[in-house]
């Protein structure tokens, strides 16, 4: 069974700074899709960016950009410019090529110190 | 137009009770999902519905039983309700490409807050 893990239950960082968050997780597949959603306290899951594991090239969305090692099994996201918008629960998640279920890791809460 | 919808936002119930939550989606999918969110934030797959027929059951209580009317719904009741039910439910929709394996986003509903005293 897939397994994602978040070693990181709380991180923070000034205005305006950068911050990664780290994700590995746990598969035999080859194939597979990857992806970090938010949960601001008004607890919508929001879709930040997604990375599909036969794609070699990072993906970027504006301030939003990841570090894909697939070798690793890393998948660790990063924030440029952090806003006050940002704080939020992040979660890392994995899901099987046309498999109809996502694996969430435990969550990182962010908070953006002003 | 609200994407996925959920009713209620918020259900507090006594233990023992049987209430449901029901969830809609408007978006021509023909995947939806229950999802729980436990105290902790951690969020777990409950069940999988495309077109109708029941996909996923990872391993939840007989007590929880989805029920899906048409491709738009798929509603979720829990009889004989448990303390350790009480936790956040996520319905989500997709579509499903069969034979493509291709990934379609997961549209997430605004979550049930679900508190059993």
């Known amino acids: 069974a897939q397994t994602v893990t978040q070693s990181q239950p709380e991180m923070s960082v000034q205005e305006a700074e950068t911050v990664t968050l780290s994700c590995t997780y746990d598969?035999?597949?080859?194939?597979?899709?990857l992806f970090w959603y938010k949960q601001p306290p008004s607890r919508q899951m929001i879709l930040v960016i997604r990375q599909e594991a036969y794609k070699q090239q990072n993906a970027t969305e504006n301030r939003f950009s990841v570090n894909f090692q697939k070798a690793a099994k890393s998948f660790s996201l990063k924030i440029s410019d952090s806003q006050l918008g940002d704080a939020a629960m992040y979660f890392c998640a994995y899901s099987s090529q046309g498999a109809q279920k996502l694996v969430f890791g435990q969550g990182t809460r962010l908070t953006i110190n002003p | 137009d609200t994407a996925v919808s959920q009713t209620p936002k918020y259900l507090v119930t006594q233990m023992g009770n049987d209430k449901s939550i029901k969830c809609e989606q408007n978006l021509g999918h023909d995947t939806m999902y229950w999802y729980k969110q436990d105290s902790k934030k951690f969020l777990k797959i409950m069940f999988s519905y495309n077109n109708k027929e029941l996909i996923i059951n990872e391993t939840v209580p007989n007590r929880f039983s989805p029920k899906s009317p048409d491709k738009a719904h798929l509603n979720l009741h829990i009889n004989s309700l448990e303390l350790g039910d009480s936790a956040v439910y996520f319905c989500?929709?997709?579509?499903?490409?069969?034979?493509?394996?291709?990934?379609?986003?997961?549209?997430f509903g605004p979550g049930t807050r679900l508190t059993v005293l």
């Open positions: 989500a929709s997709s579509r499903l490409d069969p034979g493509l394996a291709l990934y379609n986003e997961q549209f």
């Open positions: 598969t035999s597949e080859s194939d597979y899709y």
